[in-house]
């Protein structure tokens, strides 16, 4: 198993892991929400996207808002279910698994395994403090609930969460604390595909920049990224690759 | 480590408890059916989500549940929701052995290495299958509890039925998972008529879960509870389901508490399924117009 650690920083040009080159491969996935409360409205996410994340690499998707691009990501953690198209991920054992088609098991698996998703949105669970959250994916791995916990509260204290708030519970918090909870808990497990929705939105610039760096550390690390970031600017330092969406198509 | 899992008994199941990594299917069904009433050719045909009922507009059966089907990992729980008389608690009871169907398939990874059916076996071994490998929180106290007998009786019946046969034993081992359930040993030899409704939940768990069971099914644990007594039972739950490994069923209407306990989740109109997926592919992106109101109008 392996675990992120903090470690020294490492700037510049992400390491392009060379064992799989394409862990995972997007084709014609279309997306159309039928509101049957609405007399079978139809709305209409986005059509027939493709693309390749390359590996240890961070492909970041641009857009206007309402272009499609969280649905993208949900469509990828299998939150939401495509109509049509494959995302196929490259397991670690080297088989192959089309996301869409998966088993609801299957795909339980694999996101304890080997992809996280961190959304704006915390979804605290009641009555757990922060750092057993943050700690939980970690044990649900296996660890040793105390080495866990080791490990969030060195996170955490990157992320400059202000220490009085571990033990806290984070329905409470705000939501760039809520967020930072949300990172360190996805990040400390290592995942091998990082799904990141607006990981920086309610963060000052000061913590944004260490966010920054500890995403490029996960790069570093092997971790395959792909993000969705309002700002162009840190999307762009931060992607080896940008997509564009515009009302639902790729456009670039 | 479980304290359950600890025990110093050579009765308690290792072999299913906290195997993490197990793959395996603990339960399996397949088209359940149930119904109450004699039935006729056309009952199928005319009850469903399509019909809006499950009471056959021709001999006036009513088809509580058809066409059940579902699979549930070790250490993975399923949630059932939907509208009141949909057949939730039919497909428990039937599970549990409260209730006969009348098809379907039904097996336990612990049973016959889930290679029979329990609904055809004998009522002998059906007893067996339930006394020591299943156990049930039923919705109301009453049916799950002798309410006149002590709370550490109430767990020393099922322990009895798994053959357990040490007195000193049993008594440990009831009062053990009474402690963890939070009811103090002080309370152990009071009969549970004499607790809160809270409290009876959480004896009813401590039963269910006296013999080691490799399934266990909810009903409606926590409904009709204040909302700071239904937290520490569903606290008490999700502790279970981080060390004991066994595969749950959970019903419930309160669609909080399956987010909060069910990695995946079934939908029931009029006695069948209408949809199943991940929980929040059914909270976000539900598909069929019975699961986009139900969502909708608890979001609202
Ligand atoms: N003993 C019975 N005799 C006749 N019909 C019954 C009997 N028990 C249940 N039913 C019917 O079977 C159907 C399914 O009932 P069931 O109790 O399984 O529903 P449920 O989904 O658990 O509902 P609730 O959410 O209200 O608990 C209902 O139409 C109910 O009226
Ligand atoms: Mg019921
Ligand atoms: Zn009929």
């Known amino acids: ?252 | 480590m479980s304290a359950i899992a600890t025990l110093p008994t050579e009765m308690v199941r290792h072999d299913h408890v906290a195997s993490r990594n197990a793959e395996q299917i603990a339960l399996k069904v397949e088209n359940l059916e149930a119904q109450y009433g004699r039935g006729c050719s056309a009952c199928h045909e005319l009850t469903g989500p399509e019909h809006s009922t499950n009471v056959c507009g021709q001999c006036g059966t009513v088809i509580a549940c058809a066409d059940v089907s579902f699979a549930v990992r070790a250490g993975r729980t399923l949630g059932i929701v939907g509208e009141s008389g949909s057949g939730k608690t039919t497909v428990l009871r039937c599970l549990y052995g409260d209730l006969n169907p009348a098809g379907g398939t039904a097996s336990l990874m612990t049973y016959e290495d889930g290679r029979a059916n329990l609904f055809t076996a004998s009522a002998q071994v059906r007893r067996r299958v339930r006394n020591f490998d299943m156990g049930m929180v039923y919705q109301h106290a009453r049916d799950g509890l002798n309410l006149r007998i002590s709370a550490g009786g109430n767990v020393a019946e099922r322990l009895l039925a798994a053959e357990w046969r040490r007195v000193d034993q049993i008594r440990a081992r009831a009062g053990h998972l009474l402690e963890r359930m939070e009811i103090p040993r002080s309370r152990m030899d009071t009969p549970p008529s004499a607790f809160s409704g809270g409290m009876q939940q959480r004896v009813q768990i401590a039963r269910a879960l006296a013999n080691g069971p490799a399934v266990v099914l909810l009903d409606e644990m926590t409904s009709g509870l204040d909302v700071s007594v239904q937290a520490g039972v569903l606290d008490l739950v999700l502790e279970l389901q981080r060390t004991e490994g066994v595969a749950m069923v959970v019903v419930s209407h309160d669609l909080g508490v399956i987010r909060l306990l069910c990695e995946r989740t079934m939908v029931m109109k009029n006695g069948r399924v209408v949809e199943s997926g991940l929980t929040d592919q059914i909270l976000e992106d539900p598909r069929h117009p019975y699961t986009q109101l139900l969502v909708s109008s608890v979001n609202a």
């Open chain 1, 1 to 252: 198993m392996s675990v992120f650690t903090p470690q020294p920083i490492t700037h510049g040009a992400a390491g392009q892991s060379s064992a799989t080159a394409l862990p995972l491969r997007v084709r014609n996935l279309h997306k159309t929400f039928t509101l049957h409360v609405l007399g079978g409205k139809h709305v209409p996410a986005f059509h027939d996207v493709s693309f390749d994340a390359p590996a240890g690499g961070f492909l970041g998707i641009a857009g206007a808002s309402g272009s499609g691009k969280s649905s993208l990501l949900k469509c990828i953690f299998r939150t939401y279910l495509a109509d049509s198209g494959s995302v196929t991920w490259n397991l670690t054992d080297g088989s192959e698994i089309d996301l869409v088609q998966a088993t609801d098991d299957e795909v339980l698996d694999i996101r304890r395994d080997e992809i996280g998703y961190v959304s704006q949105f915390l979804r605290p669970m009641p009555r757990v403090t922060a750092i057993d959250l943050a700690a939980r994916p970690l044990v649900e791995r296996g660890m040793e609930r105390a080495e866990a916990r080791e490990r969030i509260a060195d996170l955490f204290a990157r992320v400059r969460l202000p220490r009085d708030l571990w033990d806290g519970l984070p329905v409470l918090f705000s939501g760039g604390e809520q967020q930072r909870v949300n990172l360190v808990r996805a990040l400390a497990v290592a995942p091998r595909l990082l799904l990141l929705d607006e990981p920086t939105a309610s963060l000052s610039p000061d913590l944004q920049a260490e966010v920054v760096t500890l995403i490029g550390e996960a790069r570093d690390r092997g971790t395959t990224l792909v993000g969705v970031m309002h700002d162009t600017d840190l999307l762009n330092r931060l992607s080896d690759q940008v997509i564009v969406l515009d009302q639902g198509r790729r456009v670039a």
